[in-house]
């Protein structure tokens, strides 16, 4: 697979991720991905142990506008690919298997990735999913690691935050190490009814960081971010 540079953090080009990390899951092979998208990509240009854990990701997939359009300036055609629709896909196709393919989903809030799971059976009815969320301590979170352990699913996703989320699977992969792991930020929110994702227009307009603004005002200054990475892309000659 293709790679390019984004301010020396790597991005994998492809048309077909989900036919790629399949592969990888039926043959076996642990994979780290990172869905990266603007914000990710400045965070990491000051938090040095997030830029490792990105380096060093078997996949990263450009999940921003901006990360698209820093490729297109630089005579890159690449399709942004959402990580909230990749992951989904990937969910529904492993749930429709012949062959049990266990998948996890860990983070959010207590009972979010609960109804998160619902969702997902009421369209793959026998889909295998264990779940918990991101607030264990002690006791509880031994407990989960031990279930992770036993079960070994093929999909893990994290919904920790950034760049907690990467640090939790660059540290835990141990506990499943043929499984593809994808940190996938407030997805759980959106597939527990918590939030909503963007309408189509917003979507399909590179305007779903302003609908998020919108639901999460207290965000407008990690926003700040937007600006500064179009301007870094412009001058930026690495």
């Not at 994998?12 to 603007?38: A, F, K, P, Q």
């Not at 359009?69 to 990580?83: M, N, P, S, T």
């Not at 989904?88 to 990735?113: H, N």
């Not at 026998?126 to 279930?147: M, P, Q, R, T, V």
């Amino acid at each position: 697979m293709k790679t390019f540079s984004v301010f020396d953090l790597p991005i994998h080009l492809s048309d077909d991720y989900e036919g790629w990390l399949c592969d990888r899951i039926y043959n076996n092979i642990g994979t780290h991905v990172v869905t990266m998208n603007s914000e990710m990509a400045m965070m990491a240009q000051k938090n040095d142990d997030l830029k490792q854990h990105i380096q060093n990701a078997d996949l990263v997939v450009p999940d921003g506008s901006g990360v698209v359009l820093y490729l297109k300036q630089r005579g890159q055609k690449q399709e942004r690919v959402a990580g909230i629709e990749l992951a989904e896909s990937l969910v529904k196709r492993l749930g429709q298997q012949v062959k049990d393919c266990p998948i996890c989903f860990y983070g959010a809030s207590p009972g979010v990735t609960d109804e998160a799971v619902k969702k997902f059976r009421a369209m793959v009815p026998n889909i295998h999913i264990i779940n918990n969320h991101g607030f264990l301590k002690g006791a509880d979170l031994s407990a989960w690691y031990e279930k992770i352990k036993e079960v070994q699913p093929k999909l893990i996703l994290v919904g920790l935050g950034v760049p907690r989320q990467e640090e939790w699977i660059a540290k835990h992969r141990y506990l499943a190490p043929n499984a593809v792991w994808i940190g996938v930020g407030g997805s759980f929110d959106i597939w527990g009814g918590v939030k909503e994702r963007a309408p189509k227009f917003f979507c399909d307009n590179n305007l779903e960081w302003l609908y998020r603004l919108y639901q999460e005002p207290w965000r407008w200054k990690r926003m700040m971010v937007l600006p500064h990475f179009f301007i870094k892309s412009l001058f930026y000659k690495g």
